[in-house]
C-alpha cells in the first residue's frame, strides 16, 4: 500500500487527511505534535464527515514514507524538520500546500538528498476553529507543476474528492495567489476587520498598490499576468461575504504568528532581487512583523 504522511493537519491539511483516507487504497498517517482525536469535517453542502486517522506524536516513532503532505503554515516548516528527516528516503515525495512562491527554497534544505519537492498552488478554503474541527467552504482543489510527481501526485489523489490540476505554467498560478495574497491577508490582518474593509476607498488604494507591486515583481519573475489585476483581485474582494476574512486575520484575532514573510516578504525578497521597488509591501511586512508574535 501507498504510504501518506500529513505534517500539519489543521484546515488544509485535515481535509487532504480526510479524502486521501476515503479511497481506502492509501496507508493514510497524521504527524501531530498533541492528540488530535477524530477529525471532524464540516462541508459547505451542510454534511458532516467524522474519520479517524492512525496518528503519530513523537518523530522518532515515524518511518520512511512515500509521500508526505507538509501543510504547516510557512512559517512553522523548520520547526517541521524532525518529522521530515524521518519521513523522507530515497524517492520520497514532498507535496508542499502552503501560500508563497518558495516551496522550495524552504522546504528542499531540509530533506536529505533523495527525496523531492512537489510545490502546490492551495485552492481550498477552510478554517479550523478547533483542532480536529474543519470547516471546509469550497470543494477543494491544488494546482501542481505538469511534470512527473505532478502527475503522480494527480493519480495519488484520485477518488479523494480533492481535485489536482496541472498546469505548464506553475510560475503564473502560484504568483496569481499571492498578488490576491498580498493584499487580502496583509489588510485585513493589520485592520482587524473582514472583507467589507475594502469598501473604504482608501484602503481599496494601498490594496491595488500592493498587488500592483507584487503584479510587478511577478512578470519580472516570469508570470503572465493581466496589466489590470490590481483593479480585478479589489473589484473580487469587494464581492466576497461579508463574514469573510483570511487566515492571516483568524491567525491574528487568535493572538497567533502571522504567515506574512512567505507572502509580502517574499514579494520584498524578490523585487529586491530583480530590482523592483516594493515600499508598500515593505512597509506592510514591517508592520506585520510588529504585530505578529514571536515562535510558531
Ligand atoms: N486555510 C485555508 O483556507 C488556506 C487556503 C489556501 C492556502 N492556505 C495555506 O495552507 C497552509 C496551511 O494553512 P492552514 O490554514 O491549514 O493552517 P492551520 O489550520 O494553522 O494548520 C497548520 C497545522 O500545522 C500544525 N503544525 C505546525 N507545526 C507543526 C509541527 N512542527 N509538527 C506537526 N504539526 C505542526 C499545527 O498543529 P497544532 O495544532 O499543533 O498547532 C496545525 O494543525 C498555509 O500556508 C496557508 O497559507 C490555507
Not at 232 to 257: F, H, K, N, Y
Not at 265 to 291: F, K
Amino acid at each position: 500500500m501507498t504510504r501518506v504522511a500529513l505534517v500539519g493537519v489543521g484546515a488544509v491539511g485535515g481535509v487532504m487527511a480526510a479524502g486521501l483516507a476515503s479511497t481506502g487504497r492509501l496507508e493514510v498517517t497524521a504527524c501531530v505534535r498533541s492528540p488530535l482525536g477524530e477529525l471532524r469535517i464540516d462541508r459547505p453542502e451542510g454534511a458532516v464527515e467524522k474519520v479517524s486517522i492512525p496518528q503519530v506524536l513523537d518523530p522518532a516513532q515515524a518511518s520512511a514514507v512515500d509521500w508526505v503532505v507538509l501543510a504547516t503554515k510557512a512559517h512553522q516548516t523548520a520547526g517541521a524538520k524532525p518529522w521530515l528527516e524521518r519521513l523522507c528516503a530515497a524517492g520520497t515525495r514532498v507535496v508542499v500546500l502552503q501560500n508563497g512562491v518558495e516551496h522550495r527554497e524552504r522546504v528542499a534544505p531540509l530533506l536529505g538528498a533523495a527525496a523531492r519537492v512537489l510545490p502546490a498552488v492551495v485552492e481550498i478554503s477552510a478554517e479550523s476553529p478547533q483542532r480536529g474541527h474543519i470547516r471546509l467552504f469550497n470543494r477543494p482543489r491544488i494546482v501542481v507543476p505538469e511534470e512527473d510527481d505532478g502527475v503522480e501526485f494527480a493519480a495519488l489523489c484520485q477518488g479523494s474528492g480533492i481535485t489536482v490540476s496541472l498546469t505548464d505554467d506553475f510560475v503564473t498560478a502560484t504568483w496569481e495567489k499571492l498578488c490576491l495574497n498580498a493584499a487580502n491577508g496583509a489588510i485585513t490582518a493589520l485592520t482587524t476587520r473582514r472583507m467589507p474593509v475594502f469598501d473604504n476607498p482608501r484602503v481599496a488604494q494601498l490594496g491595488r498598490a500592493l498587488v500592483e507591486e507584487a503584479r510587478q515583481v511577478a512578470t519580472a519573475s516570469g508570470a503572465n499576468l493581466p496589466d489590470d489585476l490590481a483593479d480585478q483581485v479589489i473589484a473580487r474582494l469587494r464581492t466576497m461575504p461579508a463574514e469573510s476574512g483570511s487566515s492571516m486575520l483568524w491567525d491574528r484575532l487568535a493572538g497567533r504568528p502571522l504567515e506574512y514573510d512567505a507572502r509580502n516578504g517574499a514579494v520584498v525578497r524578490a523585487g529586491a532581487r530583480l530590482g523592483i521597488p516594493t515600499p508598500y509591501n515593505d512597509t506592510v511586512t514591517a508592520l506585520l512583523e510588529a504585530v505578529s508574535p514571536s515562535g510558531a
